[in-house]
């Protein structure tokens, strides 16, 4: 069972572990095993680290290999290497076959990008370009055919299903283009979702109080805080998809992937919810890619990617606004 | 956390599956209900034969039995004397009995036993089988002067009425012989009037003429009759006392319905304590010879058991052993039969069986239990409750069929959620554990339901029973079948248990397949489902 588990945990083979994710400085991955407090001690060690400069971005092969964006290559390289963030998230040279019958689709024909912290990223195509694909993979959903994916700076795709699933859980967020509520729970109960796959029975009812707190602090943030207890299909499409951001939010995710979040709203509830992502991009320094296909959305984005038949638009370089 | 509250929603939501372990409950029930009444006629049958029968029964192979029963007793008591509580011999043979019905003699074939009232009842029940609460106290084979029950005190004062006994005694003896004498006057020549014949029987004066008026009876009979003398052929003291199986003599009766039409019967006694029967046995010694005789009925016995309530008939062992020539006329030594063998409480009866076999050359004795003397029906009873346990059983099982299906409709229909929660970082072995814990929710109500009902069947099964048999119009427990007047039911808490584990673990065993296709499920692919 995944749910008390964390990332750091050896998977149910007892593999040990080698995924940077256990990397900490002060103690062998080994150590770090041990105990669940440690654990903890362990991320926030590492979150401190993460914010000095330094740290590296992907690994140092696909660095050299130049296949990300060097924002550095701008008019004013010196001042914006110090300033600039680093990168959360990075794809290298993914790619993505789907078969139907014998008929082999290829769908990412060698996709290669990163995401800095605190960046908002819209990835833009037309329907069956790819993005959507693109953005499974990002979330570890699905598994690359070939390429690899950096999330840290370690590498998750290859990740067993546990730690992929603990992934999910403690540092990504997702919504969705139909906002993927459970129908059976009130709103509440589908913002708390994502904390009680992360905490064991025991562990959630102990904390309980605080877990519903926090939700129902999030509803609020989307301004749902006087929904709590209505089922989904009591809600208009842009109530469900703010209910959706905040359980995307629950569980303080590092990045939020979304696919297509406005797709299925009118204009006034999209530009809500297109508002809200600013306001968390902004306010909480949250990393936000984003697929569409409406490029008045995409221009609001910090950067826009072209995904043309699973490939990037070539010369679509970092667009900042 | 999310799985015990997803299965909960879902129980709450999915009516559908609710219908589907409508079949586990109403298994459960039906498994309850059956085994309950199995058991309990099963108990209730035992007890009864055992009742009967004592623990072990030591026997001859021969009818005319083995010399010196206190011998024998001796023994057995020198091979295990500290596992036996009590003894008593018996002379069990076949015999005919015959009485008279208005105008005409009933003869039926019955096993007579002669017993000794000291020390039968200390082997069994015998006691508390008879209708004269005195004799249930100590069993006397003198005829009582009144007062033996007029319901059967087994089944309490709501029970066939059997208005007839309540005449029963040694005044409805004198009556008879009175009412006979003033017929015979009545009926006589003139100048015979007041004067009955020796010998003749209270029968000979009333048509048919008695058809062993006229036969030379055995010779220990005819003894033992001129020296009782006249007294007791005249009807006002009693032949020999004898204990009467009360189906021999008896016959329920509709007389009428209850108010819920139910039909209402009443016994009906052809001969009561106090009339006279005969019976005809053979004799001890080859060739063996008819004894026959006159005897009194001094008390019914009732077991329940047909088979032994329409065959059995008690008579005094020395008597019996007198008539058949079983005494030795210089030693004054008797013979018997069988000896009747009641253990200790916690004594294994089949190893003291063994031991005693052993030690007696089984081919002129023969040692059993109460068990082995009614093996076949003891294990036909439970090869039925086997087979109806079987046949149960499977049907909670297709009821399991009704679960799989449904469960994978289920999962089909939660595609998209199960992405979802995937999607949000629930494992494969979270999905497979919402839909377990689902099914194990609805086997634990399912069975729980079927639980309730099934004790709440069992507790009210008579009345069930009465109501069934009023709407089908024909009684569903007739106790005229089966002796006992209402169904007798126990609960076994361990069958139950093992009952209600059995469904919860189908329901569960039902879920797991859908719910590893749930766990297996990409998360892509359910996302992209709609």
Redesign the interface.
């Given at each position: 069972m995944s749910d008390g588990l964390s990332p750091f945990q050896p998977d149910s083979a007892g593999r040990p572990m080698h995924s940077p994710l256990h990397f900490s400085p002060e103690a062998p991955a080994g150590q770090m095993l041990e105990d669940a407090s440690e654990r903890e001690g362990g991320l926030d060690r590492r979150r401190r680290e993460r914010r000095g400069p330094g740290v590296p971005a992907c690994d140092g092969s696909a660095a050299a290999r130049g296949l990300f964006p060097r924002e550095d290559a701008g008019v004013d390289a010196g001042v914006h290497l110090r300033r600039d963030p680093p990168v959360q998230l990075c794809a290298v040279d993914l790619k993505k076959n789907y078969q139907k019958g014998p008929v082999v689709i290829p769908v990412l024909r060698g996709v290669s990008l990163s995401v800095r912290e605190g960046e908002m990223l819209a990835i833009v195509g037309k329907s069956g370009s790819g993005k959507s694909t693109l953005l499974h993979l990002l979330a570890t959903l699905d598994a690359p055919d070939a390429g690899e994916i950096y999330f840290d700076g370690q590498r998750v795709d290859h990740l067993a299903g546990l730690e992929r699933d603990a992934l999910r859980n403690r540092y990504l967020g997702m919504i969705f283009q139909f906002y993927h509520l459970l129908p059976e729970l009130t709103t509440l109960e589908n913002v708390l979702m994502p904390l009680m796959i992360g905490e064991n029975v025991w562990g959630y009812v102990r904390r309980r109080r605080q877990l519903r707190q926090t939700a129902a602090g999030l509803l609020e943030m989307v301004g749902l805080g006087h929904r709590l207890r209505h089922r989904p299909r009591e809600l208009s499409g842009g109530e469900m998809q703010r209910a959706a951001i905040a359980r995307a939010l629950v569980g303080s995710p590092r990045i939020l992937l979304a696919d297509e979040p406005t797709g299925n709203l009118d204009f006034a509830s999209g530009r809500e919810i297109l508002e809200l992502l600013h306001r968390l991009n902004a306010e909480r320094k949250l990393t936000i890619v984003m697929v569409t296909h409406d490029p008045s959305i995409a221009e609001q984005a910090d950067r826009t990617i072209r995904l043309v038949e699973g490939q990037l638009e070539p010369g679509a370089g970092p667009a900042r606004l | 956390?999310?799985k015990?509250?997803?299965s909960w929603?879902?129980l709450r939501?999915r009516y559908i599956a609710l219908a589907s372990i409508v079949s586990v409950t109403l298994g459960v029930a039906t498994m309850i209900v059956v085994n309950s009444v199995m058991h309990g006629f099963t108990t209730e049958m035992r007890n009864r034969i055992h009742g009967i029968l004592s623990d072990v029964v030591f026997e001859s192979r021969t009818i005319d039995g083995f010399r010196d029963a206190q011998w024998h007793m001796d023994r057995i008591s020198q091979i295990a004397g500290n596992e036996i509580a009590a003894m008593t011999p018996t002379v069990v043979v076949p015999a005919m009995l015959n009485f008279e019905v208005g105008d005409q003699w009933i003869t039926k074939p019955v096993q007579l036993i002669g017993i000794d009232p000291e020390t039968q009842g200390k082997v069994s029940d015998f006691g508390h089988y008879l209708q004269h609460p005195a004799n249930r106290e100590t069993l006397s084979f003198e005829l009582r002067e009144r007062g033996y029950d007029t319901y059967d005190h087994q089944a309490g004062p709501n029970s066939r009425p059997r208005k007839q006994m309540a005449f029963a005694g040694m005044g409805y003896r004198r009556r008879m012989a009175e009412s006979r004498r003033f017929l015979a006057a009545m009926t006589a020549p003139p100048g015979q009037a007041s004067a009955p014949k020796a010998g003749a029987g209270e029968g000979a004066s009333i048509p048919p003429a008695d058809p062993f008026a006229g036969v030379n009876l055995a010779d220990p009979f005819s003894q033992k009759k001129s020296e009782e003398g006249e007294a007791a052929d005249s009807g006002y003291e009693q032949h020999t006392g004898l204990v009467m199986g009360i189906a021999l003599g008896s016959f329920p009766q509709q007389i009428g319905k209850k108010k819920d039409g139910t039909p209402e019967y009443e016994d009906v006694f052809m001969v009561l304590p106090g009339d006279d029967v005969k019976l005809t046995f053979p004799t001890a010694g080859m060739p063996p010879q008819a004894a026959s005789g006159l005897f009194t009925i001094v008390d019914f016995y009732e077991s329940k058991m047909s088979e032994y309530d329409s065959s059995f008939m008690f008579m005094p062992i020395r008597k019996l052993q007198e008539m058949r020539g079983m005494i030795d006329p210089t030693t004054q030594v008797a013979m018997v039969n069988s000896i009747q063998i009641k253990l200790k409480p916690g004594v294994d009866g089949s190893a003291l069986r063994d031991k005693l076999q052993a030690e007696f050359h089984p081919e002129l004795y023969v040692v059993s239990t109460w068990q082995d003397k009614q093996s076949a029906l003891l294990a036909a009873v439970q090869m039925e409750t086997a087979i109806l346990n079987i046949l149960l059983f499977l049907i909670i099982a297709v009821a399991g069929f009704g679960i799989l299906a449904i469960f994978f409709m289920i999962v089909v229909e939660k595609t998209?959620?199960i992405?979802?929660?995937?999607?949000?970082?629930?494992?494969?072995?979270?999905v497979m554990?919402i839909f377990l814990a689902y099914g194990l929710a609805l086997g634990l109500l399912g069975s729980g339901v079927g639980m309730g009902l099934g004790l709440w069947l069992v507790a009210q099964i008579n009345w069930i029973a009465d109501v069934l048999g009023r709407i089908t119009g024909r009684p569903v427990f007739d106790p005229e079948i089966y002796y006992f007047y209402k169904i007798p039911a126990i609960v076994d808490p361990f069958t139950v248990t093992w009952i209600v584990c059995g469904a919860v673990a189908i329901a569960v065993l039902a879920s797991v397949l859908p719910a590893i296709r749930a766990a297996r499920m990409?998360?892509?692919e359910a996302?992209r489902y709609e």
């Open positions: - | 956390m999310y015990l509250l997803l929603r879902y939501t998209r959620d992405g979802i929660l995937k999607s949000l970082g629930a494992s494969g072995w979270g554990g990409h998360p892509v996302l």
